[in-house]
């Protein structure tokens, strides 16, 4: 039934690094943004970063700006999430998800994404 399948969650150090991955099956998203956000226990769903339908512009929040990267691989319908110099603050279940709209561009508001994976945890022990 799942659409999107999120992989590469762990347990890491502070200052290590982690790849998560989302792959898409039933369906291809190559024109739709794709994006991750992440909850944190006890707190609500924040935007982590997007990426345009045709990884032409990214979109990254404050928190995360020059440690996270986006990336996408269309022809394998699969969205990635490069974290480096991961912090205890990082801890979160990691969801990734693709924009409800085509040809769109990233954007950090969830109501646009109507595809949601069942989420990764990421834990960084300080």
């Known amino acids: 039934q799942e659409q999107l399948v999120e992989s590469g969650g762990g347990l890491v150090q502070a200052g290590g690094s982690l790849r998560l991955s989302c792959a898409a099956s039933?369906?291809?998203?190559?024109?739709?943004?794709r994006a991750w956000f992440r909850q944190a226990p006890g707190k609500e769903r924040d935007f982590v970063a997007a990426?345009?339908?045709?990884?032409?512009?990214?979109l990254y929040a404050d928190s995360v700006k020059g440690r996270f990267t986006i990336s996408r691989d269309n022809a394998k319908n699969t969205v990635y999430l490069q974290m480096n110099s991961l912090k205890p603050e990082d801890t979160a279940v990691y969801y990734c998800?693709?924009?409800?709209?085509?040809?769109?561009?990233?954007?950090?508001?969830?109501?646009?994404?109507?595809?949601w994976g069942q989420g990764t945890q990421v834990t960084v022990s300080s």
């Open positions: 998800a693709a924009h409800s709209t085509l040809y769109s561009a990233p954007s950090p508001l969830q109501n646009e994404y109507g595809y």
């Open positions: 039933r369906r291809t998203f190559s024109t739709n943004a």
């Open positions: 990426i345009r339908w045709n990884g032409g512009s990214t």
